[in-house]
């Protein structure tokens, strides 16, 4: 009997777990500098391309993710649809530098960067596609100096 409910407790556990990660992959929150990034703001040499006049959609890839291909299109297709917006896609082993600096676990990462490489938001996991519309609004829309 004990191992009966010691196997529903485990159930239970990973169900709740599960949830938990598929509400919270692939949402575009807000970023709050984790003091790791020396200055917060990505560069063109860092990503080894031109940034977005306006704003960049910086993704972080591997070989092997099948979320990736589909972060691909729909940051591809955001881009396309916003004058002054680029689609940057790196692949995570090959930048480990950055992944680190950044603090990228997992794959696909995507930073929303406004024009001058500062981070707006972050998603960890395939962003919906209004998702990053509304982001990008937040990369875009005006700024308030404090």
Same mark, same amino acid.
């Given at each position: 009997? %004990? ?5 529903? $407790?485990v159930?239970?556990?990973? $169900?709740?777990?599960?949830l938990?990660?598929?509400?919270r992959? #692939?949402v ?13 703001i990505?560069? @063109?040499?860092?990503? #080894? *391309? ?5 704003? *960049?959609?910086l993704?972080f890839s ?5 979320p990736?291909?589909? *972060? ?11 004058d ?10 090959? =930048?480990l530098?950055? !992944?680190?600096?950044? =603090?990228?676990?997992? %794959?696909? $990462? ?8 500062r981070?707006?938001?972050?998603? $960890?996991?395939? @962003?919906?596609k ?9 990369? !875009? ?6």
């Amino acid at each position: 009997m %004990t191992g009966l409910w010691a196997a529903a $407790t485990v159930l239970a556990a990973a $169900t709740a777990f599960g949830l938990l990660w598929r509400r919270r992959s #692939g949402v575009l929150r807000a970023h709050r500098g984790s003091g790791d990034e020396v200055d917060g703001i990505i560069r @063109p040499d860092d990503v #080894g *391309t031109e940034l977005g006049e306006k704003a *960049t959609l910086l993704q972080f890839s591997s070989a092997f993710c099948a979320p990736c291909r589909a *972060t691909r299109r729909v940051l591809g297709e955001v881009a396309g649809m916003v004058d002054g917006v680029a689609h940057v896609e790196l692949d995570a082993e090959s =930048n480990l530098d950055l !992944v680190r600096r950044l =603090n990228v676990v997992r %794959t696909p $990462t995507v930073f929303v960067l406004d024009d001058a490489g500062r981070i707006v938001r972050r998603a $960890t996991g395939a @962003p919906r596609k209004p998702d990053v519309i509304a982001a990008l609004g937040a990369a !875009v829309g005006p700024r308030t100096e404090g």
